[in-house]
């Protein structure tokens, strides 16, 4: 293996450095590190052997467990990229992705079987044919088959490809963004610096491991330093506050969704979160009441902000800090440079101001899989173009505003969704909220608000025009409120805005033609 920066020796090291101590701790099954790195540094030889190596793809449609770790340490090690789909989308969202990833093999487990054959079966169909074998020492650690065709060996480079991460395609169709092992080494090493884990450290888990953040905010930090990481394949409120007190979890990554659902959990009040030194929360901007919440247990949310193509990590603001504005995100992280442009004249605005976020530094993306022009449209000359409107304030910190082509123009002025959801999110009896902006033959542009109440409250449209009312200029008002069960959302947990966007025009367009 060559490369200062490659992720597979990470684990070799350690292992030779802390072999009994606990790596993974998979639902009461626990892997030490020599076990870890001995089962990865096989399988890592075994696909060498087969003739897999660098410029070799294995998806993976598996669930968080041990085997789909070691498979990824493995990878790293015989320098083949790694990339994990969501188990979440359907058979025929999955054959399209398999198809556009062109894997050498694609690997799933027990939970996950069913769903990966039909998605293979369809990648076949569309021209990619791909063999599917099951993760762990029964299946592919067992027994790699040999590669069709000739490769060349050479050893592992910083500079290839490690993880390749499917965008949750809230916005359109999912892009595979591609992160080196360089891009991963210096994630983890800006991270450690940040907010540095330690080697007594019990991190948990709560993502799925086809998101970013599964592995580059904590578990690949743990793993460096030699903590316990406890894995969870679903997420259950009232089975993660028992791990928490149990296993003495210390550390923690989620998004706002999961985090409110701990807290709304009957046992919530009685839970015991003593543990808790470092919770991070990112994805979306988490309300002030939720921050509250959890600062009131004594174990208060770290904020930031990141995107796939960043590795993710960009701001963070630790718990200690005091923001000087609601929802801000914090600063860079070392070694991560950030400017903001304004969006009309593409110039760098210099103090504090509003502009698109603009990124630069070695953890970010080599760019996307097999689609050069969107690569190519990702990028402003040496800066990662993010798409989120951020707004610096005097101190240097930034706030999200809310996504640039979120932003719709009512009456000549522009208007924020995450600004309307979070005035809605303020009142007592609501869950969470979406505003998408739609076409009005006197405005421009009206928003139309969808709202999740709290369980067993009694909320009504009328009550929520009110009191956006109260605290929003009349043109941010949305002109219609919409009480749903639960708001849709993509794998990442984000609110899934295309999904709404169509809803609200067809429900438009149906307005429209009741008046005619």
């Known amino acids: 293996m ?43 030889d075994a696909l060498t052997a087969a003739g897999y190596g660098p410029g070799d793809r294995i998806a993976t449609i598996c669930s968080s467990t041990a085997d789909h770790v070691v498979a990824f340490f493995g990878c790293a090690l015989a320098g083949v990229a790694f990339v994990p789909l969501s188990w ?21 487990d027990d939970a996950r079987d069913a769903l990966a054959a039909e998605a293979v079966a369809g990648a076949a169909e569309r021209g990619c044919a791909v063999r599917l074998l099951p993760a762990g020492s029964a299946g592919i650690e067992a027994h790699v088959p040999e ?35 360089e891009s ?22 709560m993502l799925p491991q086809f998101h970013v953040a599964a592995w580059n905010v904590q578990p690949l930090l743990a793993w460096w330093v030699g903590a316990t ?17 149990e296993r003495g979890v210390t550390c923690t990554m989620g998004v706002p969704t999961q985090y409110r659902m701990l807290s709304d959990e009957p046992g919530w009040d009685e ?40 590795g993710p990590n960009v701001l963070c603001l630790p718990a ?23 969006p009309a004249s593409g110039l760098e605005l210099d103090g504090p101001g509003v502009g698109e976020l603009e990124v630069q530094g070695p953890s970010v993306f080599s760019g996307y899989l097999g689609d050069p022009p969107a690569s190519a449209a990702a990028r402003d000359g040496g800066w990662l173009r993010t798409g989120d409107l951020a707004e610096r304030g005097a101190d240097g910190a930034f706030r999200i505003v809310d996504r640039l082509k979120d932003i719709f123009i009512s009456g000549g002025e522009n208007v924020a969704p995450a600004e309307v959801e979070a005035v809605l999110e303020r009142h007592p009896l609501v869950a969470a909220a979406a505003v998408v902006g739609v076409p009005d033959p006197v405005w421009g542009e009206r928003g139309v608000a969808y709202v999740e109440a709290r369980a067993g409250a009694a909320l009504g449209a009328d009550e929520l025009a009110a009191h956006a009312a109260a605290h929003l200029a009349g043109f941010k008002v949305p002109v219609r409120f919409h009480l749903v069960p639960e708001l849709p959302r993509t794998g990442s947990h984000k609110v899934h805005r295309e999904v709404l966007r169509a809803q609200a025009l067809r429900e438009s367009a149906e307005v429209r033609d009741e008046r005619r």
């Open 229 to 245: 990481v406890v894995l969870e394949s679903s997420f259950q409120p009232s089975r993660i506050l028992r791990l928490i007190a």
């Open 2 to 44: 060559s490369g200062e920066h490659t992720l597979g020796r990470w684990l070799l090291d350690r292992a030779a450095r802390s072999p009994e101590r606990i790596a993974i701790d998979d639902r009461g099954l626990r892997l030490d590190y020599a076990t870890l790195g001995g089962r990865a540094q096989a399988l890592g």
């Open 184 to 205: 991963c080494f210096w994630n983890n090493l800006a991270l450690a610096q940040a907010l540095p884990l330690r080697q007594d450290d019990v991190v948990l888990a």
């Open 320 to 342: 200690g800090e005091q923001p000087e504005r609601l929802g801000c995100v914090g600063r860079p992280y070392p070694g991560v440079t950030v400017r903001i442009v304004d």
């Open 88 to 108: 979440r989308l359907t058979a025929e969202e999955l054959a399209e992705l398999v198809a556009r990833t062109a894997p050498a093999l694609v690997l799933s």
């Open 271 to 310: 839970a015991d979160l003593s543990s808790l030194r470092l919770c991070q929360v990112g994805g979306a901007t988490a309300p002030l009441d939720l921050l509250e919440a959890w600062a009131s247990r004594g174990a208060p949310l770290t904020a930031g902000y990141g995107l796939t193509e960043a």
């Open 147 to 181: 590669r069709p065709g000739a490769a060349v060996p050479r050893e592992v480079r910083d500079e290839d490809p490690l993880l390749i991460v499917y965008t949750s395609g809230s916005e359109a169709s999912p892009k595979g963004a591609i992160l080196s092992h």
